[in-house]
């Protein structure tokens, strides 16, 4: 009796190949434009597939932002590695990582939709507020402070000005990176 031959599972490859679809979908179109069956037929998975590793559409949502996250967080941890400077090390890391175009257009409109998806998403806003908190918990204390706080804040506003089409004009916006980053070298403890 012939059998037919046997396909291996490669479940990561498969997760991995619907992620990417996910992210390029929200990319171009926004996060709103993830759907199931659009996300399997760009990954050439069946439906059934998707759903075997992503039970709803949330679940595919949340692994993406997950994935998001884990770029963003190699980001801040390549430009840590290269900043000789302790003081403002991450604060400065952060406005480098979300406020400087990135290598890839795409990841930035994905890190943008993504940011922008927080406002309606309340389990995306606390996974994204467990993440800064522990991020800031392993900081230094100068990156602990109001000023530093507030250079994030600067940081995330000009992140979401251009996730808007919003930014400001190129000249201006470098000043205020300028700015910015000039502030985080003089950031000092909060006073008790």
Same mark, same amino acid.
């Given at each position: 009796?012939?059998?037919?031959?046997?396909?291996?599972?490669?479940?990561?490859?498969?997760? !991995?190949?619907?992620?990417? %679809?996910? =992210?390029? /979908? !929200? %990319?171009?179109?926004?996060?709103?434009? /993830?759907?199931? &069956?659009?996300? $399997?037929?760009?990954?050439?998975?069946?439906?059934?597939?998707?759903?075997? @590793?992503?039970?709803?559409?949330? @679940?595919?949502?949340?692994?993406?932002?997950? %994935?998001?996250?884990?770029?963003?967080?190699?980001?801040?941890?390549?430009?840590?590695?290269?900043? *000789?400077?302790?003081?403002?090390?991450?604060?400065? =890391?952060?406005?480098?990582?979300? =406020?400087?175009?990135?290598?890839?257009?795409?990841?930035?409109?994905?890190?943008?939709?993504? $940011? #922008?998806?927080?406002?309606?998403?309340?389990? #995306?806003?606390?996974?994204?507020?467990?993440?800064?908190? $522990? &991020?800031?918990?392993?900081?230094?204390?100068?990156?602990?402070?109001?000023?530093?706080?507030? /250079?994030?804040? %600067?940081?995330?506003?000009?992140? #979401? $000005?251009?996730?808007? &089409?919003?930014?400001?004009?190129?000249?201006?916006?470098?000043?205020?990176?300028?700015?910015?980053?000039?502030?985080?070298? &003089?950031?000092? *403890?909060? =006073?008790?």
């Amino acid at each position: 009796m012939n059998t037919p031959p046997h396909r291996k599972n490669e479940p990561d490859a498969v997760r !991995a190949k619907l992620l990417e %679809a996910a =992210a390029r /979908i !929200a %990319a171009e179109q926004g996060l709103a434009a /993830i759907t199931l &069956h659009a996300v $399997a037929r760009m990954a050439g998975v069946s439906k059934g597939g998707l759903l075997h @590793h992503y039970p709803s559409r949330q @679940h595919l949502v949340e692994a993406l932002y997950a %994935a998001l996250l884990s770029r963003l967080d190699q980001r801040i941890r390549n430009i840590q590695a290269n900043d *000789p400077e302790p003081v403002g090390r991450f604060t400065r =890391a952060y406005l480098s990582a979300v =406020a400087l175009p990135g290598d890839s257009p795409d990841e930035s409109r994905l890190l943008g939709a993504a $940011a #922008l998806a927080m406002s309606s998403d309340l389990h #995306l806003a606390e996974t994204w507020n467990r993440w800064i908190a $522990a &991020h800031i918990a392993r900081s230094g204390e100068e990156d602990r402070s109001p000023a530093a706080a507030a /250079i994030r804040c %600067a940081a995330d506003g000009l992140w #979401l $000005a251009d996730c808007s &089409h919003t930014a400001l004009p190129a000249a201006m916006r470098s000043s205020v990176l300028a700015l910015l980053t000039a502030q985080t070298f &003089h950031l000092a *403890p909060d =006073a008790p």
